[in-house]
């Protein structure tokens, strides 16, 4: 099961999957959710859907259940990333700015959940300025990829 970064729809929706050019891949995303294989946390989608766009619109289209909120069950997931972040040499700032976003929930979320994470940041292990979500997952110990790793794993063909 998977936890998409927001990175995945906005890139997808701008580019190469974009509405009008692969509806099916839209669809497919909602078939997946139906499936319970594909889900966003609440920080991802309060941040797409702040946007006012065709994904906005698409985000809010989704049943309630494709966003997951925080729940007590990942208090302890929560904890144990803020403490890598904390703990790990990065700037102040890099911190501050990675727990107040929604990288930080999907991380927790899918370390609660074992879920991957799907995303298109490339792991900087040794940036201090900034925390990756690739870099926060393997130091947790969760599965990142990317929606190419995730589209050819489930099987995913649009014609």
Known sequence: MYLLDANVLIDAKNRYFAFDIVPAFWDWLAAQHSAGKVFIVQAV???????????????????????????????????????????????????SDFLQAADYFIVAQALTLGFAVVT????????????????????????????????????????
């Not at 929560?78 to 102040?92: D, I, R």
Request: glycine share 6%; proline share 7%; net charge negative.
């Open 45 to 95: 989608h309060d941040e797409i859907v702040s946007g006012g766009d065709e994904l906005a619109n698409w985000v809010k289209a989704q049943p309630a259940s494709f966003s997951l909120a925080p729940t007590a069950a990942d208090a302890a997931s929560l904890t144990s990333v803020s403490a890598w972040a904390n703990g790990s040499g990065f700037k102040a700032a890099a911190v």
């Open 120 to 159: 298109l940041e490339k792991p900087d292990p040794l940036s201090k300025k900034r925390i990756k979500i690739p870099d926060a997952c393997a130091a947790v110990g969760v599965t990142w990829i990317t929606p190419f790793e995730m589209l050819r794993a489930e099987g995913a063909k649009f014609a």
